[in-house]
């Protein structure tokens, strides 16, 4: 079966600061993996994927992501935090015969000025 | 931004009466999907659709139906609300697997409120 974990509710940074949310996943055969943001009161809105390839995958809004197979970890970063980062962020897993996206619980990143 | 719409964005309404969230996309997308989520909290997939007339249940029992007669239209209907039912409906897209788009794109989300 599919899962999704991010060990963090919360991550609080520094503006400035380097960020990262964490999130490992399990699924059978090979990932598609996904980060999403969530801004109060409005929908989701995708920021990375990765499919194959290179390991670290760069998406929307300076963030970045690396895929770590043997560690199962798709942990999203960004090199220098900003305030308007502070947002609810999400991490989804889907395998390649699937259909169904698991998405995690979600972690609240705030930034502080 | 993502071509997908939802209305109403915010409704309030009394116990037993019959609603129905809109959702479309111009994006043509063959797959869309309805999940439920309490503010700031995980989202749970209650319904979900491969294409015209293909309509699943997701893991959340529920006690809505969907319907899927236009790829662009998707709508969710409640028979009978009740106040267990307030919550965030948001509504999403995904292009066919074939195309190696696998991300959804989501709506603004309709917040209701069940008196």
């Known amino acids: 079966a599919q899962s999704v974990a991010q060990p963090e509710d919360q991550v609080n940074v520094a503006e400035g600061n380097p960020l990262t949310v964490k999130c490992t996943y399990s699924?059978?055969?090979?990932?598609?993996l996904f980060w999403y943001v969530q801004y109060p009161n409005r929908g989701l809105q995708f920021l990375l994927k990765y499919i194959t390839g290179d390991n670290l995958v760069k998406g929307s809004y300076g963030f970045e992501a690396e895929f770590n197979k043997s560690q199962t970890s798709f942990h999203l970063k960004k090199p220098s935090a900003l305030v308007s980062d502070s947002a609810l962020y999400f991490c989804?897993?889907?395998?390649?015969?699937?259909?169904?996206?698991?998405f995690g619980a979600g972690t609240r990143l705030f930034v502080k000025a | 931004e993502a071509d997908i719409y939802q209305t109403p964005r915010y409704l309030v309404i009394g116990t037993g009466k019959k609603i129905t969230l809109e959702c479309s996309q111009t994006m043509g997308h063959d797959k869309m999907y309805w999940y439920q989520q309490d503010p700031g909290m995980e989202l749970h997939l209650i319904h979900y659709s491969y294409g015209v007339n293909s309509t699943e249940k997701g893991d959340l029992s529920s006690e809505s139906t969907v319907s899927r007669i236009r790829t662009e239209h998707f709508p969710l209907t409640l028979e009978s609300a009740r106040p267990s039912h307030t919550s965030q409906y948001l509504c999403a897209s995904s292009a066919s697997g074939t195309s190696g788009k696998y991300e959804q794109y989501f709506g603004p989300g309709t917040r209701l409120t069940v008196t």
């Open positions: 699924v059978s055969g090979n990932p598609y």
């Open positions: 989804a897993v889907r395998n390649t015969g699937g259909f169904k996206t698991i």
